[in-house]
């Protein structure tokens, strides 16, 4: 109702002036508390969203609270004394309405005002789709019309009723609101407001299990607090004083804790003057924000220029006419402009200067840091020369906004992104910063035949297309594409006799939606939607909402249907909504003669009143529900709530800021174990706690410990965090521990750019990663980030990567410095990306090229990769999702995949092997797969238990698994007659593992620390293996009885020495690194010699060289030394060897070279190998081919040797599921249908290999 405010200015129809902030355009404090939103009719009907808005510039005391006012549409005829009327909306516009319906001020088609009859007006809105009726309200003597009734597109309303406040009698003022009701029932109370005296808001007053009761508390007519409904009664609290006759905010205490002071006339500061006249208003100097809690204050100046947003400076004088003055200005080059300023220790002052012409338009916004300017320029349509009445409709919609960045007075780097407008306001046309163009087209007001109905209130809204096409700039080939909608009109719901013709008119809704890809200007269809509305009227909880989606690609159609029930769940009204999702292929005949189930159903439920989920079923059919406190927050989220054996909870509580203590969370897990988290003033985490509910001392384990700590700075940006790890307790005596606390340590820098630059470590090192948006002249002066790490004392740095960035904020090069001041990169790799913003063309450091297709849907289609080779995918045809249904090399087709409708695999096929995948109806799991050689394996799963099965069986084997109820860990599985049982611990690390074999029974158990650093773990002998570590958390020794390892870091963290010591017997590691942290040195030190490796790398960071020496490298003797050689795609071709150390072939010939050859497929074809042989000393070469004779074309068939005392011919078999069976060398394998190598013979002699439930080889029998 805020059309009743004294002080017209079209400067606050703008957004930025309702907020919890200071507006920059008129320096005025703006708070708005927001309830819930109000939604009817089983969310069906109207969603309004009632807030309680402050204005210093409000008219008085409407029964709210001084300056307090409710966002309720409202009507005043005759309001000013030149005979204009005022109207407000709950948008929070204002506009004063000049003769009947004319509006001049209103320029876009976003509403329209009708007067109906005598005290009845009517208000459409464009895009919520609402229609208020607005009746003149019989309280007092004030000529106030009010909503009396919202209707939605399908004509449900609410309803709003007004009573007398007799804390302020004559001020009509809302008692409560009611939905429309489903099915004749009446409609129910969805707010409830009571002034006994303190002012009772209450949501959802019949509902028990939902009713939240705010209540308002005043001071005279002031607003002092308002307590929210919760158990500690949290609160918002204001404090007030007069400024220019105003009553003006000081003082703001939130419910978390923070508080908010607002100044006024620092430094004699006199507030906006109105033009031609001594009068003033009031403006904030200073807005100071203290979260508490150890946080730094955050204050914000303001400076303001002499004109402003009323006119002062100008000809005109103020008028209180109900119109904007400013408006009349003549002078085209008026403007005004706010300037605040905020301050951090340690960083430079940040300033941001808006400036605003004189239809309150933004036209720049400067940000000052140092040396960094960040500038918003915007342009608007229209010509700014020309008054407000000659600007056209969509003049302060706007046109082209351009943000550069720029360093001193260095050349800047700038972004533009262009938005246009119609006439009614509709986005027609965006190019973003990436170049990416998006046209949108609308039907006319009379809809087009067959598309889209006429619209029943005269709007131009409906979308009739959408087309996308890439950046110009791009590689490749990205296509355009195009979405296309039509639309259907249906009648309103039935409604009450009396019900005016204006809004008993039929509303539109989305009928199909088709999109293409466009080849020139040829259309390729892609997908079609088609919707299917509830159209019975018998059914009013259904109509008008969606009965069925039939999504169509490739000519197959998957088609989801929906029904609609209401129900009580907790004592919570609910909307449910079950959903049938029907594949394509659902009912095709299979080869057994049954039928292919491809359908899967699950159901939603909602709170009618919040529309919050208290039900929702996954995709594996495990039920989630979901209980909510009074304010709408998560209070408990219970998995498998009806399973009696799997039900797990993990509940939550909330405590807001009472007194000095802060606003605290708790999380408690399935298990019971509650952490704690502390929140400022501002809702930022700065300390949490958990429960020991590990410590080996019992009265520990519901005890509370600090985990982590956070410290903000005056910018609000993160500027230090401790993290705490818990260690092994120090047992000084038998029974008394002393908790040791491993404090983990991160600061954080941030440059004038405002991103965060640097971050020290808890080991000192600090980790650069450095941001420059300006670029270089060389990047197109855009982003450039440079990233590298220094020790503590700044000494030693490590390489530099830098990464230039395009606007799609992708990476187009990397280059990499040995040192920060190079000017030559040492290597450079280069992305180029086609017009979507997606990598078309790869070059690696060595020059090397890949080249990159995708489909409409950003799939991968193609890659040519650096030899030339192509490989290439194709997907399944009725979804848009990545479902490969092929993928081969040079036309070499390497497997096919099927799915059916709910996008499951059902069959695959690899080198001619298939294997067939059976579900039970509606799972996402196989229920049976089919191996090629046609064996199988069951699977019996609970959907509660994600991918984990219950049971696993197969001819040769059946394994059973048990899970913990509460968190799906398994706790013992048994296969083989084997048993393995696990216990952990609450932070999810294994406690336990004890294997029984027989009689016999393994364990081992282990010991971690609160994040995972492992402390201790026994082996199944019973032998202790301890772990330390240093005070950055890095470990510093192990020791496993009489052998201990130690380990030491250089100065950028990385390993440096290894000492390994048993006794009298030791080896010493130490370890050297070049700038990118690749190991050049590892030298060995033992008891009798040292040893030295180096090696050396190119720019793909592949070896090129190993040298090992006897003593170091420089004089030491060479035992080997080996090149590497790589070919266009990464693959070894050419190595050589030489030294007395060099490989020995399984025949016993030193290898001196090999040369590799591949073909497109990955397949190695042909080594020959340079030897010494063993017998005679003498160099001699074999040559060995690989042959791929099978129907898999990367199955080795075959292989031949040149070389004597090779195997000439070696014949490899492999048995239907492409498992190697016999190596051609008289070794013979079996295994089982998952194929797990169950048995090797050779030679007579057979083995047979034993697993656990989890796969791990656990036991051999046999020779």
């Given at each position: 109702m805020s059309?009743?405010t004294?002080l017209?200015?079209g400067?606050?129809?703008?957004s ?5 902030s200071?507006?920059p355009?008129?320096?005025?404090y ?10 009817g009719?089983y ?9 309680f808005?402050?204005?210093?510039v ?6 709210y609270?001084?300056g307090?006012d ?5 009507f005043?005829?005759?309001?000013y004394?030149e005979?204009?009327s005022a109207?407000s ?5 204002r506009?004063?309405v000049?003769?009947?319906?004319s509006?001049?001020?209103k320029k ?7 007067k109906d009859g005598d ?10 789709q609402?229609?208020?009726?607005l009746e003149?309200v019989?309280?007092g003597?004030?000529k106030?019309a ?14 709003f ?10 001020n009509p003022c809302?008692?409560?609101v009611r ?5 004749g029932?009446?409609?129910r ?15 959802y007053?019949?509902q ?6 705010y209540t308002?508390?005043f001071?005279g007519?002031q607003l002092e607090?308002i307590?929210?409904p919760t158990?500690?009664a949290?609160?918002w609290?204001f404090?007030y004083?007069?400024v220019h ?10 419910p978390?804790g923070a ?13 906006h ?6 009068q003033y208003?009031?403006?904030v100097k200073r ?9 730094a204050?955050q204050?914000t100046?303001y400076?303001?220029?002499?004109t402003?947003?009323?006119?002062n400076?100008?000809s005109?004088?103020w008028?209180n006419?109900?119109?904007d003055?400013?408006?009349?200005v003549?002078?085209?080059?008026y403007?005004?402009?706010?300037k605040t300023?905020e301050r951090?220790?340690?960083?430079a002052?940040r ?7 004189r239809?309150?338009?933004m ?8 040396s ?6 915007s342009?608007?349509?229209g010509n700014?020369a ?6 056209p409709?969509?003049?302060q ?11 001193a007075?260095g050349k ?10 119609d ?11 990436t170049?990416?163009e998006t046209?949108y087209?609308y039907?006319?007001?009379d809809g087009?035949p067959g598309?889209?109905?006429a619209d ?11 087309t996308?096409k ?16 039509v639309y ?6 039935p ?5 005016p ?5 039929p509303w539109l809704?989305?009928?199909e939606?088709q999109?293409?890809v466009?080849?020139g200007e040829?259309?390729v269809?892609?997908s079609q939607?088609?919707t299917?509305y ?15 989606t039939?999504?169509?690609m490739?000519?197959?159609p998957?088609t989801t249907s929906?029904?609609y029930?209401t129900?009580?769940v907790e ?8 959903q049938?999702?029907t594949?394509f ?6 080869e057994d003669?049954t039928v ?5 159903t699950?159901?939603?439920?909602h ?25 709408g927050r ?8 009806n ?12 405590v807001?800021a009472?007194?000095?203590s802060?606003?605290v969370?708790t999380?408690?897990?399935v298990k ?7 929140l400022?003033?501002?809702g930022r985490?700065?300390e949490e706690?958990r429960m020991?509910a590990?410590?080996?001392e019992?009265w520990r384990r ?7 700590l956070a410290?903000?700075n ?8 401790t993290?705490y790890d818990w260690?092994?307790d120090?047992?000084?005596e038998?029974g008394?521990?002393?908790a040791?606390?491993?404090t983990l ?6 440059d004038?750019?405002g ?6 470590g808890p080991?000192g090192?600090?980790?650069f990663?450095?941001t420059?948006?300006v ?6 002066q855009?982003p450039?980030?440079?990233?590298w790490r220094e020790s503590?004392d ?5 390489g ?9 904020e992708?990476?187009?090069?990397v280059?990499?410095f040995?040192?920060k001041?190079?000017?030559v ?7 180029h990306y ?6 078309a063309r790869e070059?690696?450091?060595?020059k090397?090229t890949?080249?990159?297709t995708y489909?409409t849907f950003?799939r991968?289609l193609?890659?040519?990769?650096p030899?030339?080779?192509?490989v ?5 045809t009725?979804d848009s999702d ?7 090399v040079?036309g070499?087709?390497l497997?096919?995949?099927?799915f059916d ?15 067939i ?8 799991r196989p229920?049976?797969?089919?191996t090629?050689?046609?064996q ?11 991918e984990?099965?219950l049971k696993?069986t197969?001819?040769?084997?059946t394994?059973?698994?048990t899970?913990?109820?509460e ?6 599985c048994t296969?083989?007659?084997q048993?393995l ?6 932070t ?9 074999e027989?009689?016999e ?5 282990y ?6 650093r492992?402390?201790s ?7 202790v ?8 958390g890095?470990?510093q ?6 052998t201990v390892a130690?380990?030491e870091?250089d ?9 390994t010591r048993?006794?009298d017997n030791?080896l010493?590691?130490?370890l050297e ?7 050049t040195l590892r ?9 030295t490796?180096?090696q050396?790398?190119?720019?793909c960071d592949?070896?090129e ?5 006897l003593g170091?490298?420089?004089t ?6 080996e090149t590497f050689?790589?070919?266009a795609?990464g693959?070894l071709y050419?190595y050589?060897?030489?030294?007395p ?6 025949q016993?010939?030193v ?10 497929l990955?397949?190695?074809?042909l080594v020959i190998?340079?030897?010494t042989?063993k017998?005679t000393d003498?160099p ?10 099978n ?10 040797n ?8 070696a ?8 498992n190697?069976?016999d ?7 079996d295994y089982?249908a998952?194929g797990?190598?169950r048995?090797v013979?050779?030679a007579g002699?057979?083995?047979s290999y034993?697993y656990?439930g989890?796969d791990r080889?656990?036991?051999?029998s046999g020779?």
């Open positions: 059309g009743k004294a017209h200015s400067a606050f129809n703008f930025s002036f309702i907020s919890n200071v507006d355009r008129t320096g005025q703006g708070l708005s508390i927001v309830l819930p939103v109000l939604r009719d969310l069906g009907g109207v969603s309004f969203p009632p807030s808005t402050y204005s210093s409000g008219a008085g005391d409407f029964g609270g001084q307090w409710i966002n309720l549409s409202s005043i005829e005759h309001a004394p005979g204009g109207l909306l709950y948008t929070g516009e506009f004063t000049d003769g009947v319906e509006i001049s001020e876009l088609d976003t509403f329209h005002f009708h005290g009845v007006f009517r208000v459409e809105h464009k895009d919520a609402l229609t208020e009726i003149l019989q309280i003597t004030k106030l009010l909503p009396t009734k919202i209707y939605s597109a399908s004509k449900r309303w609410l309803e009723v007004y009573r007398d406040n007799p804390q302020l009698p004559g809302l008692s409560e939905d429309s009701g489903i099915d029932q009446q409609g109370r969805l707010l409830l407001i009571e002034y006994p005296g303190d002012m009772i808001i209450t949501l007053p019949d028990p299990a939902a009713r939240a009761s308002l508390k001071k007519r607090r307590v929210l158990d500690d949290a609160y609290e404090a004083q007069q006759g105003q009553t003006c905010v000081t003082r703001v205490r939130r978390t508080v908010e002071h607002i100044e006024y006339g620092i430094d004699g500061d006199p507030g003057k109105l033009p031609g006249v001594d208003l009031p403006r807005h100071r924000i203290v979260p508490g809690f150890g946080q204050e204050v100046d400076e303001y220029s002499s402003n947003f009323v006119g400076g100008s005109v004088v008028n006419n109900g119109r003055n400013l408006y009349d003549a002078d085209a080059n403007s005004y402009w706010s300023t951090c220790p340690g960083q002052d300033t941001v200067l808006r400036t605003f012409d239809f309150h338009r036209v720049e916004e400067k940000q000052v840091q140092g960094c300017v960040i500038t918003t320029v342009q608007y349509p700014s020309e008054p407000f009445g000659k600007q409709e969509n003049f919609l706007q046109q082209l906004s351009t943000q550069s960045w720029q360093k007075n800047p780097g700038t972004a533009v992104h262009t938005t246009e407008y006439l009614f306001g509709n986005l027609i046309r965006e190019v973003a910063v170049g990416v046209v087209e039907f006319p007001v087009e598309k889209c109905p029943p209130q005269g709007f131009v809204r409906w979308r009739k297309s959408q996308i890439p950046s110009a700039k791009g590689e490749g080939a990205a296509a355009t594409e195009r979405t296309e909608f259907k009109a249906l009648d309103p719901v409604l009450p006799e009396g019900t013709d204006p809004v008993a008119k809704v989305l009928k939606e999109a293409f466009m080849a040829m259309k269809p892609l939607t088609i299917h509830h159209e019975s009227k018998e059914d009013l909880l259904s109509y008008g909402r969606p009965a069925e039939i999504m169509t490739g000519a197959k998957t929906y029904s029930t129900e009580v004592n919570h009204p609910a909307l449910v909504v079950n049938v999702v594949g292929d659902h009912g095709q005949a299979l003669g292919r189930n491809v359908q899967k699950f159901a939603l439920k709170s009618a009143l919040t529309a919050e989920p208290l039900l929702n079923r996954d995709d594996n059919d495990v039920e989630i529900a979901y209980a909510y406190d009074l304010l998560v209070t408990v989220e219970t998995v498998a709530p399973d009696k054996i799997y039900k797990a909870s993990r509940k939550y509580s909330y807001l009472v007194g000095d802060p606003a969370q999380s408690t897990d019971g174990v509650t952490t704690r988290t502390l400022d003033g501002l985490v700065f706690q020991e590990d410590s080996v019992i519901q005890r509370y410990r600090k985990t982590y410290t903000y005056a910018y609000g940006q993160l500027a230090e965090e993290e260690m092994a120090v047992v000084t038998p008394i521990h002393h040791v606390d491993l340590q991160t600061t954080y820098g941030y004038d750019w991103q965060q630059a640097w971050q020290r080991d090192i600090c980790h990663e450095v420059d948006p670029g270089t002249e060389a990047s197109a855009l450039i980030t440079r990233s503590a700044g000494t030693v740095a490590s530099v990567t830098e990464t230039w960035l395009n606007r799609f992708e990476a187009t090069h280059r990499r040995r040192k001041d190079d000017t990169a040492y290597s450079q790799h280069t992305y086609d017009g979507l913003g997606r990598v070059v690696a450091a060595d090397s890949t080249l990159s489909d950003g991968l193609t890659q040519t990769l030899d030339r080779s192509v290439t995918r194709r997907y399944a009725f990545d479902l490969p249904e092929s993928i081969d040079d070499i087709v497997g096919t995949q099927t409708g709910l996008k499951r695999l059902y069959r695959s096929v690899t080198g001619g092997r298939e294997r995948l059976h579900y039970k109806p509606g799972y996402n229920e049976k797969v089919f090629p050689s046609r199988w394996v069951e699977y019996e799963y609970n959907p509660v238990l994600g984990e099965p696993r197969s001819s040769r084997f394994a059973d698994y899970y913990d109820p968190n799906a860990r398994l706790l013992r296969e083989d007659g048993t049982e696990r216990d952990y611990f609450s999810g690390q294994m406690k336990w593992e004890k294997r029984t027989g009689n029974t393994f364990e081992m158990t010991a971690y620390s609160y994040r995972d492992m402390l773990y026994t082996d199944v002998l019973g032998q293996q301890d772990y330390q570590y240093d005070d950055a890095r470990l020794k192990t020791t496993l009885g009489t130690m380990f870091y100065k950028l963290g990385r390993t440096s020495k290894i000492e048993d006794g030791y010493i590691t130490w690194y070049d700038e990118f942290d690749r190991e030298r060995f030190d033992m008891p009798s010699e040292i040893q490796l180096k050396d790398y190119d720019v592949r070896i060289l190993k040298a090992l020496k170091e490298q420089e030491g003797e060479l035992l080997r030394e050689a790589y070919d795609r693959r050419d050589q060897c030489s030294g150390l060099s490989p020995v072939d399984p016993g010939h290898i001196r070279a090999q040369a590799f050859e591949f073909d497109p990955d397949n190695i074809i190998t340079q030897l042989d017998e003498q001699g070469e074999n040559v060995a081919e690989y042959f791929f004779d129907e898999d074309p990367a199955q080795l068939s075959s292989i031949t040149s070389y004597p005392g090779y195997p000439a011919t014949k490899l078999i492999y048995d239907p599921d492409g190697l069976t190596d051609g060398e008289g070794m013979l394998m089982d998952t797990r190598l048995s013979e050779k002699l057979m083995s034993h656990d989890v080889l656990s036991g051999q020779g």
